[in-house]
């Protein structure tokens, strides 16, 4: 049976999905799978998973594995690039391979590398992703790029054949394009979420905002930004001529075997234009529940929250603190065919196949109360409102909650108890407040130690104080020390860290009769509330992270006493 006829038998795709994608394959030419994906009608693990089952072997998902040095070290990079295969794990005692690939039928690749490895080494395939073969060959071996072949070429003419290869294959193009191209797959790849062009009098910086901190990656001299800069607005959308006015744009590309967005913005400043764009990877961005490494009972509170009907679930935290992430998180765990999900977002970051998303711009003519007006009549279950701003905005999605529906939205303030007082500063009274706010959920992000150079220690007097745990327990933390696979930095990837209030009959109570803020915390806390620094300490003790990390993100002075 075909992929197709499996999964519409399968129940994973309708006969309708199926024949728009076959229409779509007739046009671009590229597998079945694959375009099912792109359509968004199914993931690239479900794909996988059902294809590895039909032929009745082992699928894997890369993003779960740790590079194996010495399965890498018996298959030579180029090999795995030109067969499409990457060796994840070596056992040197019963002398066996386990090799990712995208196609388990390739025997020729398989013979060569079995001649290749002498036949001495058992070989054992297993199913992987297309997509995330091509990125995490990448990541393991290490990829190069031309980088300095291209700036060579631009300086003096000659033209770089090494950097041309890194182009796949592709005819010769000019080489400020491929520097620019170079440059975001290189973002890319090391999981930037922003890529900072910073023109200096006499220079040119280039930063990458990885795991939330700035890291400065090259310098080049000036002579080089007025065509990149022209080459960025071009792809962008931008109008090349004007350089005195910001400037918003956007690019979309297929980098590392997948479509990837770039939201671009350009500022004028008095050494010429500032460009920053912010990488919008979907697959790195909407994270299932259960991939959260939520406390069970959180994960617990949070499908209780969303199963009430009607009411408004509100995320707060500071700008790049994981809001959108966790709101599109909680909106893909509802999101069938069974309800009616509308969105206003500014602007919309990641589009979602059933949700129906809307950007407010003025181009649009739609603000957010505007937006929650009209969306009101399109017969919607739940509404995600991007932020409450301003009093209209409050009041039109307090409204949309009181008839009905469940409202999902950001706020900014420190604590998930500090909503209540920002509600009420800006315009919301605490008769309208009670009954309608289902919870409140604070997050940070805190960066992962590496798992390949932290080191354990026995924390200080001082230290333990702040931990909430005894020096004589003589407990381990870890700190970072930084390594090639961290980039030197100590840290590899992002967590939350959460607060979550749930807010029922007492709660509503007090808030109705404008309790103080400590009578609050003191209910909240005995029904109980975890604060942001109770679960970054408990991320600290369970090794993912540093003190110095959650440090950095949570005020930890009021737990020196």
Not at 129 to 149: H, K, P, R, T, W
Not at 226 to 245: C, F, N, Q, Y
Not at 263 to 292: F, Q, Y
Not at 365 to 386: C, E, H, T, W, Y
């Amino acid at each position: 049976m075909r992929l197709g006829e499996l999964m519409v038998q399968q129940g994973l795709i309708s006969q309708d999905q199926l024949r728009i994608a076959l229409m779509e394959q007739e046009q671009n030419n590229i597998p079945l799978g694959r375009q099912l994906v792109r359509l968004g009608f199914v993931t690239e693990a479900m794909v996988r998973d059902l294809v590895a089952h039909t032929i009745g072997q082992e699928s894997v998902d890369l993003a779960t594995v740790i590079a194996d040095n010495e399965a890498l070290k018996l298959v030579p990079q180029d090999f795995a690039r030109r067969h499409h295969l990457l060796p994840i794990a070596f056992d040197d005692a019963a002398k066996s391979l386990v090799v990712a690939m995208a196609d388990m039928f390739n025997v020729v690749a398989l013979d060569q590398l079995r001649a290749m490895l002498g036949g001495q080494i058992q070989i054992k395939p297993v199913l992987a992703a297309e997509a995330q073969l091509e990125e995490y060959i990448d990541q393991f071996y290490g990829y190069e790029l031309s980088v300095d072949g291209i700036l060579r070429e631009i300086e003096t003419g000659e033209i770089d054949y090494g950097s041309l290869q890194t182009a796949a294959g592709e005819e010769y193009t000019q080489p400020v394009v491929r520097l620019v191209g170079a440059l975001l797959m290189d973002a890319v790849k090391r999981g930037a979420s922003d890529i900072h062009f910073e023109p200096e009098y006499a220079f040119l910086r280039i930063r990458y905002r990885i795991d939330g901190v700035l890291q400065q990656i090259r310098s080049l001299h000036k002579s080089y930004w007025p065509g990149i800069a022209v080459r960025l607005k071009v792809i962008s959308g931008m109008d090349i001529a004007e350089t005195r006015s910001p400037q918003d744009g956007r690019i979309n590309i297929t980098l590392c075997g997948r479509t990837i967005d770039f939201r671009v913005a350009s500022h004028p400043t008095i050494h010429g234009e500032n460009i920053v764009l912010r990488v919008l990877d979907r697959e790195k961005s909407i994270i299932p529940l259960d991939r959260m490494q939520l406390r069970p009972e959180v994960l617990e509170q949070l499908k209780t929250m969303m199963a009430r009907p009607e009411g408004i679930i509100i995320v707060t935290g500071p700008t790049g603190s994981g809001k959108t992430t966790t709101l599109y998180s909680l909106l893909s765990y509802l999101n069938n065919e069974s309800v009616n999900i509308m969105t206003l977002e500014d602007p919309v970051e990641y589009p979602v196949t059933l949700m129906r998303q809307t950007s407010v711009a003025e181009v649009n003519k739609v603000d957010f109360a505007n937006g929650i007006r009209s969306i009101m009549r399109q017969d919607p279950d739940i509404i995600l409102v991007g932020e409450i701003r301003d009093q209209e905005t409050a009041e039109m999605a307090f409204r949309a909650a009181m008839t009905g529906h469940q409202v999902f939205t950001t706020l900014h303030t420190n604590s998930a108890l500090g909503t209540f007082p920002r509600l009420l500063d800006i315009g919301i009274s605490p008769e309208i407040m009670s009954g309608n706010v289902i919870g409140v959920i604070a997050q940070r992000l805190v960066r992962i130690l590496c798992a390949h150079c932290k080191e354990a220690y026995e924390p200080s007097e001082e230290e333990c104080k702040v931990l909430g745990v005894s020096p004589r327990d003589r407990i381990k933390i870890y700190h970072q020390v930084g390594c090639k696979y961290c980039g030197y930095t100590g840290y590899k990837g992002r967590m939350a860290i959460f607060e979550l209030l749930r807010v029922d009959a007492d709660l509503d109570a007090m808030i109705a009769r404008r309790a103080h803020l400590d009578e609050l915390r003191d209910v909240a806390k005995a029904k109980g509330l975890k604060t942001l620094a109770e679960d970054g300490i408990r991320r600290i003790l369970e090794g993912y992270t540093s003190l110095a990390e959650v440090a950095r993100v949570v005020d930890l002075t009021g737990r020196v006493h």
